[in-house]
């Protein structure tokens, strides 16, 4: 389901993709996908840190599950 809003966009640069052909709700789209992706990813890489630091020194100092089996 879609949903109108209004955006500023410099006129300059709106003319511009205008020119090109650009489907502008489709861009902002795609730009909001990755953004909220990034988002995510960055808040769960914080909520996680203690963790993820936690795992990284577990596996210096006693190596990867089955690492002695490992011929590369």
Do not use: C, P
């Amino acid at each position: 389901m879609k949903a109108r809003t209004n955006v500023s966009v410099d006129k300059e640069l709106l003319e511009t993709a205008r020119k090109h052909g650009l489907q502008l709700s489709r861009i902002l789209e795609d730009a909001l996908r990755l953004r909220i992706a990034d988002e995510a990813a960055a808040r769960w890489r914080e909520e996680n840190r203690e963790r993820i630091r936690d795992y990284a020194s577990t596996i210096d100092e006693h190596g990867v599950l089955g690492d002695e089996f490992r011929d590369f």
